[in-house]
């Protein structure tokens, strides 16, 4: 082999790594960026949430003062709907949480 052969060689198999470089890099940029609008999703799903239980401890709080009930139950209308948008937030996270986790174990 000569030097001029050797050296389109060792050019090729550059090019063919610098190609595999940049497909493995490329696949990892929008992985890690996928990663980051989920986790980016789980915080405004968490301020949400953080939302809907000031108003469950507001609701909670009106029952007690304004309106002057001596308890209050997980069934009442009012309860009953901001708990069910809670679980509902609650799911969505433990979702998104899995879908991070599991990103993270394939790379």
Known sequence: MTFSERMK???????AVSKEFAIKAGAKAQDLGERGVLMLEIKQLENQAQ????????????????RDQP?????????????????????????????????????
Not at 9 to 15: A, I, R, S, T
Not at 51 to 56: I, N
């Open 9 to 15: 060689e060792l050019l090729d198999q550059g090019v």
């Open 51 to 66: 939302k809907l239980l000031s108003r469950l401890g507001n609701e909670v709080y009106r029952a007690f003062i304004d």
């Open 71 to 107: 308890g209050i139950d997980r069934d009442a209308p009012e309860i009953k709907a901001i708990l069910a948008e809670i679980a509902s937030i609650r799911d969505a996270i433990e979702r998104k949480d899995a879908d991070i986790k599991s990103r993270k174990a394939n790379t």
